[in-house]
């Protein structure tokens, strides 16, 4: 999905009170009528967080704001005063459309998600280990020397903005490069942190799915008969919880 030639697009537009100007960095490529074009990723969590009811963090004027994609759930994090600060886990399952998919077409239907709030000090935890690791100063993975891509595994997105500064960035599959690279080493810690200290999927079971054929991690595919959501793919639900 990506051309061989990739930039990084730096526009500015103005905040929503239309008072200051807000830099704004984007992964880009050069599509094959050789045009430059933002990122698939950023194109389909853009408009994925339109369904789920995200801020829209290009025009936010919180002082610090953090968003965490995995292929299932949105981890925001922010203060406007660096002393109170606030989360939210944001859940999603995107469903295929039932009657196009009996056709070979794999196209979402419906997009179910819920929203769980985290308390005060479990969101300034996370911010420590956010600066402890110094993740927001990580370049975008294909601006480190050394990170490829691949088709399969993982992509983790983040998106952060202040008033005058938003960043969207990816990283493929961060634990294969871990023992390498030492960008991927604390993007791979802070995943590992999430996952099993801060148990970030407990959070995922809250979200109630009907039976149906979930898209997984963007891939359309063989649909994968298994209650395992740690398999990328397009994932069979028929008693998730």
């Given at each position: 999905?990506?051309?061989?030639?990739?930039?990084?697009?730096?526009?500015?537009?103005?905040?929503?009170?239309?008072?200051?100007?807000?830099?704004?960095?984007?992964?880009?490529?050069?599509?094959?009528?050789?045009?430059?074009?933002?990122?698939?990723?950023?194109?389909?969590?853009?408009?994925?967080?339109?369904?789920?009811?995200?801020?829209?963090?290009?025009?936010?004027?919180?002082?610090?704001?953090?968003?965490?994609?995995?292929?299932?759930?949105?981890?925001?994090?922010?203060?406007?005063?660096?002393?109170?600060?606030?989360?939210?886990?944001?859940?999603?399952?995107?469903?295929?459309?039932?009657?196009?998919?009996?056709?070979?077409?794999?196209?979402?239907?419906?997009?179910?998600?819920?929203?769980?709030?985290?308390?005060?000090?479990?969101?300034?935890?996370?911010?420590?280990?956010?600066?402890?690791?110094?993740?927001?100063?990580?370049?975008?993975?294909e601006k480190i020397k050394g990170w490829q891509q691949g088709f399969d595994g993982e992509e983790f997105l983040i998106e952060?903005?202040?008033?005058?500064?938003?960043?969207?960035?990816?990283?493929?599959?961060?634990?294969?490069?871990?023992?390498?690279?030492?960008?991927?080493?604390?993007?791979?810690?802070?995943?590992?942190?999430?996952?099993?200290?801060?148990?970030?999927?407990?959070?995922?079971?809250?979200?109630?799915?009907?039976?149906?054929?979930?898209?997984?991690?963007?891939?359309?595919?063989?649909e994968i008969k298994t209650n395992n959501l740690n398999v990328p793919g397009a994932t069979k639900v028929t008693d998730l919880?």
């Open positions: 999905m990506k051309a061989l030639i990739s930039i990084v697009l730096t526009f500015f537009i103005s905040s929503v009170y239309g008072q200051t100007e807000k830099i704004v960095t984007i992964p880009t490529y050069k599509n094959y009528k050789n045009e430059v074009d933002t990122t698939l990723w950023f194109k389909w969590k853009h408009d994925l967080a339109k369904q789920i009811n995200l801020k829209d963090l290009q025009t936010s004027t919180d002082t610090f704001h953090f968003r965490f994609w995995t292929d299932i759930q949105a981890i925001d994090l922010w203060t406007i005063d660096h002393k109170s600060y606030f989360g939210v886990v944001t859940n999603y399952a995107q469903r295929y459309d039932d009657k196009l998919l009996r056709k070979g077409v794999h196209k979402v239907g419906k997009v179910y998600s819920n929203q769980v709030f985290i308390d005060s000090s479990k969101a300034k935890q996370l911010f420590n280990i956010i600066d402890n690791l110094s993740i927001v100063d990580i370049p975008t993975d952060t903005s202040t008033p005058k500064q938003y960043d969207f960035k990816t990283y493929w599959t961060p634990r294969i490069f871990a023992d390498t690279l030492k960008e991927a080493k604390q993007i791979q810690t802070f995943v590992d942190f999430l996952y099993k200290d801060f148990k970030i999927y407990d959070y995922y079971k809250k979200l109630k799915l009907p039976e149906g054929s979930y898209q997984r991690n963007g891939i359309q595919g063989v919880l």
